[in-house]
């Protein structure tokens, strides 16, 4: 395979649409490339082709978006979330690798760390790879929104349409694609605080709303109200025929009014009648995972909306430099037993 930069934003998103999967779609997107590159990350974004001389996305066979991350001593890796994508439903591994390969020595990488977007989560043991941690989620949760209202409110668990009628009754009112992030913020930064889970800079999500604001990855504010406060605020992305529950965040108080049920709600109506197909909740824990995962709480409560358990392979890495690789993981090992 030959590969090539690609700078055309119509044909690279075309791609994307046809061999994205149902989970993580955006994270391939130009517009996502573009955002990554306004909070300081260096974007590669490369086709591989069967000729030389093929250069249309009808022609291309793998697509990837790199994400390139600096580490000492000179050292860095690409990464490239959820991807690459590969056309066609034939994956050939050994020309996967190859790819793969080949993208992280044109860079000087010391590995490259990609996910698979294969919806399975049968353990892959190809020569070189290293599995690594979580970065996206490879257990994730997704409701058929083509459905209609009524079959997705019969596919809900009791309690959750309970909820969801509770919070109509009450009075709580829902927003979608309104709202000023300025108004929500420290509703986020608590709910990290409550939840124990890293989050980003105030600044990162503003840029993410700014860059994602319409085009082929739309990201957006959806905010639940109560006479005026806001109660629930969850910030999504609509992406190739999907909607992703990307981040959430909730109040203290009033959380007898059940604000997140009818937030969660109205977004499925109001992807319904768009046209879209999927609703993504990203992210649950594994079904053989017990109570005491630290997901069990969220997972309880997507699963609750009806629909079905998507796995993906993982995080691996492609080393290609072990001297190197082994180096850096003993440092960062070191570093977190001082810690």
Do not use: C
């Not at 697509?63 to 066609?88: D, F, H, N, T």
């Not at 992406?239 to 981040?247: E, P």
């Not at 109001?270 to 997901?295: F, I, N, Q, S």
Request: glycine share 8%.
């Amino acid at each position: 395979m030959r590969l090539h930069d690609i700078t055309d934003r119509p044909s690279w998103n075309a791609f994307v649409q046809r061999h994205a999967p149902r989970s993580g779609s955006f994270l391939q997107t130009a517009e996502w490339g573009s955002f990554q590159a306004r909070v300081g990350k260096r974007v590669v974004r490369v086709g591989f082709f069967d000729r030389e001389n093929a250069f249309s996305s009808d022609q291309m066979v793998m697509s990837a978006q790199a994400l390139e991350y600096a580490l000492p001593m000179w050292m860095r890796y690409l990464y490239i979330p959820r991807g690459p994508l590969v056309a066609g439903a034939v994956f050939d591994t050994d020309a996967y690798i190859r790819a793969l390969r080949e993208l992280g020595e044109r860079e000087g990488a010391m590995f490259v760390r990609f996910e698979p977007p294969t919806e399975s989560a049968t353990p892959m043991a190809w020569k070189g790879l290293a599995r690594t941690h979580e970065v996206q989620p490879a257990h994730t949760f997704i409701t058929d929104i083509s459905q209609g209202e009524e079959r997705m409110l019969t596919g809900m668990h009791q309690k959750t349409r309970y909820n969801i009628r509770l919070a109509e009754k009450k009075g709580v009112e829902v927003e979608i694609g309104q709202g000023s992030f300025n108004e929500v913020w420290e509703m986020f930064r608590h709910t990290g605080f409550r939840g124990a889970f890293h989050l980003h800079p105030r600044a990162y999500y503003e840029t993410m709303l700014s860059e994602l604001d319409g085009g082929f990855a739309r990201a957006y504010l959806a905010v639940a109200r109560y006479k005026e406060q806001a109660l629930a605020a969850n910030i999504m992305i609509d992406s190739a025929g999907t909607r992703t529950y990307l981040h959430g965040a909730s109040s203290n108080e009033h959380r007898n009014l059940m604000a997140p049920y009818l937030l969660h709600w109205r977004l499925m109506q109001d992807a319904h009648r768009a046209g879209l197909r999927w609703y993504d909740w990203w992210g649950v824990a594994p079904a053989t995972a017990g109570e005491h995962h630290p997901w069990s709480g969220i997972t309880r409560f997507k699963l609750g909306f009806g629909g079905s358990r998507v796995s993906y392979p993982g995080t691996f890495d492609l080393v290609l430099q072990p001297t190197k690789y082994h180096l850096y993981h003993t440092l960062r090992h070191i570093l977190r037993k001082v810690r």
